[in-house]
Structure formats: structure tokens, C-alpha cells
């Protein structure tokens, strides 16, 4: 048994990778997870490429609930749900895929339920997408590392209590407060002399700035932070 979990890449459809679509273009059933926000996000761009590359209208698309909440019991019945479901197709001999905005060995919602579906014997083969990342560092056209320049990726949370642990570049993810956060980090850590703010990169509306501002934070975020 065997199914594949593929990166969907940061939201722009151009950027999903050729082995991404033909993949999901050959699954009989496409797993769409997340919370109601980001499964929408996932759903139009599935549907996008489903209309560009001709995906066959047979396929089941099934949507997987991954609630934002911290309550470890109502997470762990979500999980165990979503396993049973995935298996139960995986099992019926149907070509099974979980598509993931990103790059699906990243902060995925798959890494909650890798183990369980291994254990049921199930192999998983990834198909890597375009990370956040890789997407906001060149929308923003910012370099992040030469030669022997060393790179952290930290949580906003885990950033304000560690700070940047001397590294060149910090990359800072699931920032709360909007591009305001640039004010924060500069008056905390002002070894960094560029400071970039980037919001939902190559969706259509992306968000980057180099000072501060009054928008929403958003989940789909980041601050790129270099020493020079």
C-alpha cells in the first residue's frame, strides 16, 4: 500500500512543480487538510490546476479537519479521524494523495499523523514543494546566506524568548502581530540592519515591507532578519 503526500508550493499555481501536478492529476482521491482558512486556499488552487491540466473529473476531493486549537484530546480525535479516512481509501486500491500548501515535510499538518500511517504499513512517498521560504526570500529579492553564513528558522514565540542565537540570518515564521513585529525585533535584537516583513508570497495579496505598518497579522507570515 502507498500514497503520496505532495507540496502544493506557497499559493501561486505557477509554482507548483511538474512531478506535483502530475501526481495529483493520477490520484483517484486528493486529501485536502487544514483548518477552514488554509483548506480554502488549497481547494482553489487544486481547482485551479485541475482546470489548466485536466485532472479527471472522477476524482473524490476530501477535506481533512486539523483544528487551530492547543486541547490535546480534541486534536487527537481529529487525527485519528483523518488516519482512518486515508487509510480506508489507501486500502480500497485507490491512488490516494495529500496535497499541502508548501513544502510537505515543513511545518505540515502530516507530521500529526506520519507515524499512525506508517504504522499501518502504508508507504509514503513526498513530492517537495516550493517553500515559504524560498518564496518570500525571493519575492522580496533578499539573499540569505553566502558562503559560510549560518541560517536559523525559528518560531515568532521561540524568537522573543531565544533571540537570534548569533546566527547571520534568522528566518521568523507564524508571526502574530503583522509587519508592527519589524518595531519589535529592531528594538530588541538591533544586531540586524535588514529587517523584511512578508505575508501570503505569490498569492495575490502578497504583502512585503521594510518598516513598520498597521496591518493584520497572519499565519501565512514571516520576518527575514540579516545582520548585514
Known amino acids: 500500500m502507498m500514497m503520496h503526500v505532495v507540496g502544493l508550493g506557497p499559493g501561486d499555481p505557477d509554482y507548483v512543480t511538474v512531478k506535483a501536478i502530475e501526481t495529483l492529476r493520477n490520484s483517484d482521491v486528493i486529501f485536502v487538510p487544514?483548518?477552514?482558512?488554509?483548506?480554502?486556499?488549497?481547494?482553489?488552487?487544486?481547482?485551479?490546476?485541475?482546470?489548466?491540466?485536466?485532472?479527471?473529473?472522477?476524482?473524490?476531493?476530501?477535506?481533512l479537519e486539523f483544528p487551530m486549537t492547543r486541547d490535546r484530546d480534541l486534536n487527537q480525535r481529529a487525527?485519528?479521524?483523518?488516519?482512518?479516512?486515508?487509510?480506508?481509501?489507501?486500502?480500497?486500491?485507490?491512488k490516494v494523495s495529500y496535497a499541502v500548501l508548501g513544502n510537505p515535510t515543513f511545518y505540515s499538518t502530516f507530521s500529526?499523523?506520519?507515524?499512525?500511517?506508517?504504522?499501518?504499513?502504508?508507504?509514503i512517498r513526498f513530492v517537495a514543494g516550493?517553500?515559504?521560504?524560498?518564496?518570500c526570500s525571493s519575492v522580496a529579492g533578499m539573499?540569505?546566506?553566502?558562503?559560510?553564513e549560518s541560517i536559523a528558522i525559528l518560531t515568532y514565540t521561540d524568537f522573543m524568548k531565544r533571540g537570534s542565537l548569533?546566527?547571520?540570518?534568522?528566518?521568523?515564521?507564524k508571526v502574530p502581530s503583522g509587519s508592527s513585529a519589524i518595531r519589535?525585533?529592531?528594538?530588541?535584537?538591533p544586531e540586524f540592519s535588514v529587517s523584511v516583513y512578508a505575508r501570503r508570497c505569490t498569492m495575490a495579496?502578497?504583502?512585503?515591507?521594510?518598516?513598520p505598518g498597521d496591518d493584520a497579522g497572519d499565519y501565512f507570515s514571516m520576518l527575514i532578519l540579516r545582520r548585514n
Open 34 to 63: 487544514g483548518s477552514s482558512s488554509d483548506r480554502s486556499l488549497s481547494r482553489r488552487l487544486i481547482s485551479d490546476l485541475a482546470a489548466r491540466h485536466g485532472f479527471p473529473s472522477h476524482q473524490d476531493i476530501i477535506d
Open 79 to 94: 487525527w485519528r479521524s483523518n488516519v482512518s479516512s486515508i487509510a480506508d481509501a489507501v486500502s480500497s486500491g485507490k
Open 112 to 123: 500529526n499523523i506520519l507515524d499512525s500511517i506508517r504504522g499501518m504499513g502504508i508507504e
Open 130 to 135: 516550493v517553500s515559504s521560504l524560498d518564496a
Open 143 to 148: 539573499n540569505l546566506a553566502k558562503g559560510d
Open 166 to 173: 548569533n546566527f547571520d540570518t534568522v528566518i521568523v515564521i
Open 184 to 189: 519589535e525585533a529592531r528594538h530588541r535584537f
Open 205 to 211: 495579496d502578497q504583502l512585503i515591507m521594510d518598516r
